[in-house]
Structure formats: structure tokens, C-alpha cells
């Protein structure tokens, strides 16, 4: 009877702690100080009040009610921080993995640098399946800019995709 009771629990808080194990540990802890901030009344869930709060704190003051319950509708139940977590999680979840990434982009570097010529990653994106347009090329270099020889450290590139951020050095 225990385990059943305990997977209720799980599934009724909005999921199970496997969610943690999705993240690297800066990441979860990023998450905890982001989902800290937007919980403004401290009480351990995200309500369409907090949301009013932080986007006010943010200048945003005219936010339409139906907005904020869209919001807050995306969850499946009240917003604890595994719920928020799960959401994060879900979001991320059609990016593929960092590895997978690299191995795409390695082929196109046969000498194994890291890098890849801007011009010729430009001709790709811009000529090849989806194509990029001059907007999003500038985007992109904006970005991740090319060194002065003109190389584009994809690795970079494929941490960002998969974690949202630049490496600290």
C-alpha cells in the first residue's frame, strides 16, 4: 500500500523527482533562484499574482488577466518548484542532446578544431533545409561572433543550444 500511496503523492505534486536528474546541478540551482524570484509572496507556489508582481517589477504593468491564467495553465496543478522544474524540462526536451549536436557539426570539421570557417557555415545555413535568413544570420553572429581568422567555435555554439547559457572560462 505504501508505494502506491508514495506514486500518488509524486504524481499529485506534479511529477516525480526524476526531473532533477535532467539537470546538472548549476542548472537546478539557477532554476531555484529564478523560480525564488518569481514566487513573491514566498508560500512555495507560483500564482497569477506572483506573475502580476514580477512582470510589474519588470515594467510590465498592463498585463491582461487572461494572459496570466494562460499562464499559469500551462501547469498541470498549483506551481511548486518541481512542477516549474518539470516545466523547464518539457521545454527543453526537443533540443537533442549536446553530444549529438557536436557530432553534427564535427563532421564538417574533419581536423578536429572546435571550429568551422564563418563563410562556410553561412553557405550552409543560408543555401541548405531550413534555410536562415539574413535576419537570423545576424542573430547568429551577433551571438556567437567569429574569432579574427573568421572560426566559429561550434562547441560553443551546442553548449548554448543545450543549456542556455556560455560557459564560464
Not at 533562484?33 to 509572496?41: G, R, V, W, Y
Not at 570539421?109 to 557555415?121: C, M, N, R, S, V
Not at 533545409?129 to 551577433?142: I, Q, T
Request: net charge negative; proline share 4%.
Amino acid at each position: 500500500m505504501a508505494p502506491k500511496k508514495a506514486k500518488r503523492r509524486q504524481q499529485a505534486e506534479g511529477g516525480s523527482s526524476n526531473v532533477f536528474s535532467m539537470f546538472e546541478q548549476s542548472q537546478i540551482q539557477e532554476y531555484k533562484e529564478a523560480f525564488t524570484i518569481i514566487d513573491q509572496n514566498r508560500d512555495g507556489i507560483i500564482s497569477k499574482e506572483d506573475l502580476r508582481d514580477v512582470l510589474a517589477s519588470m515594467g510590465q504593468l498592463n498585463v491582461k488577466n487572461e494572459e496570466l491564467e494562460a499562464m499559469v495553465k500551462e501547469a498541470s496543478g498549483p506551481i511548486n518548484f518541481t512542477v516549474f522544474l518539470t516545466m523547464f524540462g518539457e521545454k527543453l526536451k526537443g533540443a537533442d542532446p549536446e553530444d549529438v549536436i557536436v557530432s553534427a557539426f564535427k563532421v564538417l570539421d574533419p581536423e578536429g578544431t572546435g571550429a568551422i570557417k564563418k563563410q562556410f557555415l553561412e553557405e550552409l545555413l543560408t543555401t541548405q533545409c531550413d534555410r536562415f535568413s539574413a535576419e537570423e544570420m545576424k542573430n547568429l553572429w551577433a551571438a556567437f561572433p567569429p574569432d579574427v581568422a573568421g572560426n566559429v567555435d561550434y562547441k560553443n555554439i551546442c553548449y548554448v543550444i543545450t543549456h542556455g547559457e556560455e560557459k564560464e572560462e
